[in-house]
């Protein structure tokens, strides 16, 4: 069963018809069992999708401060074989960077063929913190939506999968999770006073996550919206939703296995026979 709703722009949506608390009607201790059996297959996928080598998979997250990006990341990607598994993070921009075009740092990190890349934050945060806190021109930024749309088409067109999930979180749940920090020594590190400032934009980014979500969903480069106030069911969801958009690559990826299956093969036998006959 598909717990998210796929966005392929075709419907304009609202961040309020989508409720952060739902969890499917599931407990946490299924939710805990389904994403084991779903880390399984993922790990499975994932050795087809590097030994095929003809597809890369590119997830985009984004979410407001403490919506669980690197939670996500820990527990959803944290079964993969690093060997063909990175993370690439996007922060405030270096002078280099703003001395360049606002995807150029971005297009470095997607993932080759057989990879799997996931964006903690992304080139969205150039229609999103850039918009809020008036960081260019609105001309700059709103002609972004149609640069990142041609970008994603390039790279699907290039064999690149790519899934982009927002994390949904209420507001009542920000507060609890930055009040929680300061209450628990182990998170201090975690506690940034931008968290509570960024907060007091809190319809600014509702207004710019919308726009994002409603101008760049395309079939080839979905968002999908995830209920993120439940940690296990934010897991569960995303990782269903992964696995199941591998799925259909599956039957083509053994295929591709087999071809290079046989033709090393054949490879072997030749030069065996070049041996015998050399004697
Ligand atoms: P995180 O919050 O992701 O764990 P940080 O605390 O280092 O990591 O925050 C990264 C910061 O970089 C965020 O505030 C984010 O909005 C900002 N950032 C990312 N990309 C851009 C960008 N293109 N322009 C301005 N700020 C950006």
Request: aromatic share 10%; hydrophobic share 35%; proline share 3%.
């Amino acid at each position: 069963m598909a717990y998210l709703q796929k966005l392929t722009g075709a419907q304009p949506l609202k961040l309020r018809d989508f409720d952060p608390e739902f969890d499917a009607g599931l407990d946490k201790e299924t939710g805990e069992e389904k994403l084991k059996k779903l880390s399984a297959e993922l790990t499975r996928q994932q050795e087809l999708l590097y030994a095929a080598g003809t597809h890369s998979l590119l997830l985009v997250l984004q979410g407001r401060d403490t919506s669980g990006k690197d939670g996500t990341i820990k527990t959803v990607m944290g079964p993969l074989n690093s060997l063909g598994c990175q993370v690439a993070s996007f922060k405030v921009p270096t002078a280099e960077e703003l001395a360049h075009d606002f995807l150029w740092r971005i297009h470095q990190q997607t993932p080759g063929k057989g990879e799997i890349t996931i964006f903690n934050r992304s080139h969205y945060e150039d229609v999103l913190v850039v918009r809020v806190h008036k960081l260019v021109a609105d001309k700059v930024w709103r002609a972004r939506y149609d640069h990142i749309n041609a970008f994603e088409k390039l790279l699907a067109d290039a064999g690149t999968i790519i899934l982009k999930f927002y994390l949904h979180i209420s507001k009542d749940e920000q507060e609890q999770r930055l009040l929680e920090r300061e209450q628990d020594a182990t998170k201090y590190w975690k506690l940034s006073a931008g968290d509570w400032k960024e907060r007091t934009y809190w319809n600014d980014y509702t207004r710019a996550y919308e726009d994002a979500l409603n101008r760049c969903s395309t079939p080839h480069a979905p968002w999908f919206v995830v209920p993120a106030n439940k940690k296990w069911f934010r897991n569960l969801a995303v990782a269903e939703t992964i696995v199941s958009a591998l799925r259909p690559y599956e039957k083509q990826w053994r295929e591709k296995l087999e071809v290079i299956g046989q033709r090393e093969k054949a490879a072997i036998e030749e030069f065996k026979h070049s041996k015998v006959t050399q004697k």
